[in-house]
């Protein structure tokens, strides 16, 4: 009992930390450069990661805990976790657009549909087969989806033709992509989630830099870039959530479909912090589409995928 308390207590943390993280990264893209929030931002986790990487390759290492050390990593290794980084550069640099241009009570619920696109790629990609539960799962997502559309329509913006909505899908979509990834290199590749965690956060460096140089050499003066507080969040902020999924995970009692049902439930806190803090509109519409689609969620992680 107390073991079921332990993962399910890290999963509401990492939930409360991602609903947060979405909060501080909308924060701080309004009215900013993005280029430049995202490379500072990585560079912040970069700097988290790099004593833990150069101290696991010294004799202080056992001192270390076990979940943080970052064992050797051969050059194959190296590479499969620089092409993590560019997908996940991708995906953010997608995210982080769509949401300086949204209203955050639509983009975090745009967001929170990952688990629908990565039960479509695991499908196609990896053979699996979705249970009736969540092919149920899946059409009452996608018409809570459609239904956000509508209400989207009614703040001016059109799902089919605003490109910052097909960012954010676009986003999500990549995400879900990196999420199967993550599933080859912790299981098949046999790659421990604090190599992957504190590689990938390295290698984002160099992938948003030339973002940032494009930034620097043509939209400087066009839109400044301030460096906010709510920066500095961003990458802990995320690191901290990880940690504590990868954790809740590693417990031999953990369900993998409750903690992907209760991790999605971060998108409440933007939407509350969208609804009552920026003012955005139309707040019992969306409360329902959200509750509808976390219940989609919810039976889509049914028995894991």
Known sequence: MLARMNWILLTIVSACLLGVYDISKKVSVKQNAVPMVLLASVCIGAIAWIPLIIISFTTAAQWVPTPLRVPPLDGVGHALLFAKSILVGLSWTFAFFAMKHLPLSIAAPIRSTSPLWTIGIATILLGERPTWWQWIGMVVVLGSFWRFSL??????????????????????????????????LLQDMAISPATVQAWFTLYLVPVMIPLALRWYIRDRERVP?????????????????DFAYFTALAEP?????????????????????????????????????????LVGVALLTWRGY
């Open 151 to 184: 209400l989207g329509s009614r703040e001016g913006i059109r799902f089919t033709r605003d490109r910052f909505v097909m960012f954010m899908v676009i986003a999500t979509l990549l995400g879900s992509i990196s999420s199967v990834y993550d599933k080859i």
């Open 253 to 293: 009692d953990a369900l993998v479909s409750v903690v992907s049902t209760i991790r999605r439930c971060s998108v409440l806190i933007p939407f509350l912090f969208g609804i009552r803090a920026l003012g955005e509109a139309n707040f019992h519409s969306k409360a329902i589409c959200i509750v509808t689609m």
């Open 225 to 241: 870039f301030d460096f906010r507080r709510t920066i500095w969040l961003i990458s802990p902020l995320l690191l901290l959530a």
